[in-house]
């Protein structure tokens, strides 16, 4: 089955303590990305990825890393959480490419994340 | 304001009733997403279309390109419907997807 998983699906943690949510897509995707959600703020992109080695800020990437060394995995990274970090996060992958990205968006399930 | 402005933001409505959800952006784009997002968070994706028209079962999407405007069509509303609806565009200038905030539907039986 065609997916994108995201772990762990929850998440309840302290300030400061490193955190690291997996993301994988099973589909040779080569675009993948990070949102987060707020209330009454929508999806925001956090970094995005065209393609293996290739990664890119979007529009609220501080406090955040990722890496994208295999195609299929695109963790984010969260050196030093703190609680304006607390959302929903959610991954995404596409099949577009570095010229034509906007293909049909897959999404992960999401990533309930507290940070106390 | 927004680069992409979704109305309205919340809808309620009989079942049965035709639906309409617009979408307007300010950015030259490549294409256009519909998603919906259900109760439970998943996202999933309805359609991408850089022009025209495109119809799913009882869901149509259109787009026109020269008004920067988009609407969701929904025939025969279901309670299953409900969902929040959301737009995104992909800029044609770099490769990031804006975001509209999203229309809560709510479809009552």
Not at chain 2, 17 to 36: D, R
Not at chain 2, 71 to 81: E, M, N, Q, V
């Amino acid at each position: 089955e065609a997916q994108v998983t995201q772990n762990p699906r929850y998440l309840i943690t302290v300030t400061g303590k490193k955190l690291t949510v997996t993301c994988s897509q099973n589909m040779n995707h080569e675009y993948m990305s990070w949102y987060r959600q707020d209330p009454g703020l929508g999806l925001r992109q956090i970094y995005y990825s065209m393609n293996v080695e290739v990664t890119d800020k979007g529009d609220v990437p501080e406090g955040y890393k990722v890496s994208r060394k295999e195609k299929r995995n695109f963790p984010l990274i969260l050196e030093s959480p703190s609680p304006n970090q607390t959302s929903l996060y959610f991954c995404a992958s596409s099949s577009g490419s570095y010229y034509n990205p906007y293909n049909e968006q897959f999404f992960g399930p999401g990533t309930r994340l507290t940070v106390l | 304001k927004n680069e992409v402005e979704q109305s309205p933001q919340n809808l309620t409505a009989q079942e049965g009733e035709f639906i309409t959800i617009n979408c307007s952006y300010s950015v030259g784009i490549s294409a256009l997403h519909w998603l919906q997002q259900h109760p439970g968070g998943g996202i999933v994706s309805l359609f991408m279309l850089s022009s025209g028209k495109k119809k799913h079962g009882r869901l149509i999407a259109t787009i026109n390109i020269q008004e920067k405007h988009s609407s969701l069509h929904i025939t025969a509303s279901h309670p299953r419907d409900s969902a929040v609806y959301i737009c995104a565009v992909g800029r044609d200038s770099n490769y990031q997807l804006i975001w509209g905030a999203g229309t809560k539907l709510i479809i009552k039986p």
